[in-house]
């Protein structure tokens, strides 16, 4: 686990150390405080190396860290000391607090557990061929309360279960199990407790975002916006094309079902009035209507009006 170098400072070692570090948030406009508790420092000396070109960490004593935060002329930063890194480490950027946060999480690798650790998430006991002979493990796995059976000489998980639940420890014997079945629950890297950028604190909870749901999200959102603004006739740059076409579209059909004849719409209106009298006709039986009836309506009315004369 990574620790302080636990050499004794002078005071004049302090006041530069203070000093260093109140210029480095000065000069840098997104501070982190980063959580290095159980990062080994192996691990710890190769995450520095990849992401140096965007971030700078720098750790000490936890008491010259706060010290640097209170001399530091920048409004709002005091409130990094709000933070709940049980190991702290200064982490200065370029890069805003999101995509520091996502660069940090890319960062981290898996790990064995080792028995005494807490679950970063819900650890499950997959299915398939552990490809573990039949044994002791057989009756674990079953306490784990994972369906299993022996099947060509290695154990089958027939059917998965959560073996330990995010939060709880990890126990020696359940890190057994999990190393035996080549799983490794764990992740080793940087932890960004808490963000400074331009006077405003980001917790770790805020930072932490699924992308690719966001990005879902403001699409969605964006095209909510457009219908809206085309149906309500707000007219921009973006929305101006469709509401137009739209216009063009409903002028159209109304002149055709109207009969208002214009140089784009003559042959259609014909067209339209043909398919109606052909509707029409297909409707009529001509030949059955007596046309001569008609003839002798008019002689008979003729007549009366001869007789009362």
């Known amino acids: ?29 997104v501070v982190g405080i980063l959580d290095m508790n159980s ?62 946060y996502s660069l940090i999480k890319k960062n981290k690798t898996s790990a064995a557990a080792q028995g005494g650790e807490i679950a970063p998430s819900d650890i499950e006991v997959p299915e398939g061929d ?48 999990l190393n035996q079945l080549g799983l490794e629950p764990l992740e080793i890297g940087l932890d960004l407790d808490i963000a400074y950028n331009d006077g405003e604190i980001f917790t ?5 975002i699924d992308e690719e749901e966001y990005r879902e999200d403001v699409e969605s959102a964006a095209s909510m916006a457009f219908n809206l603004a085309v149906n309500a006739g707000v007219i921009n740059k973006s929305t101006a094309p469709a509401i137009i076409g739209d216009a063009v579209s409903k002028a159209r059909n109304l002149s055709i079902s109207e009969g208002i004849p214009t140089d784009d719409t003559i042959e259609e209106i014909l067209a339209y009035a043909s398919s109606n009298a052909q509707g029409v006709g297909s409707q009529v039986d001509l030949e059955s209507v007596n046309l001569e009836t008609s003839d002798d309506s008019e002689e008979t009315e003729e007549s009366e009006e001869k007789d009362e004369e």
Do not use: C, W, Y
């Open 1 to 29: 686990m990574v620790q302080p170098k636990p050499k004794n400072m002078t005071r004049s070692q302090k006041e530069t150390k203070v000093k260093e570090f109140k210029e480095k948030i000065e000069e840098n406009p």
């Open 39 to 100: 990062l080994p420092s192996r691990q710890l000396q190769q995450i520095k190396k990849e992401m140096k070109e965007f971030a700078d960490i720098k750790m000490s004593r936890k008491t010259l860290m706060q010290l640097s935060i209170d001399k530091a002329e920048k409004d709002g930063v005091e409130e990094l000391q709000n933070n709940s890194a049980v190991q702290p480490a200064f982490i200065f950027s370029e890069k805003d607090p999101f995509q520091l």
């Open 130 to 177: 552990t490809g573990i002979g039949p044994g002791p493990m057989l009756g674990k796995l079953q306490q784990t309360g994972a369906q299993v059976q022996v099947d060509d000489g290695t154990i089958h998980v027939q059917k998965g279960s959560v073996m330990v639940e995010k939060g709880d420890t990890i126990t020696r014997d359940d890190a057994e199990i």
């Open 204 to 208: 770790a909870e805020q930072l932490d």
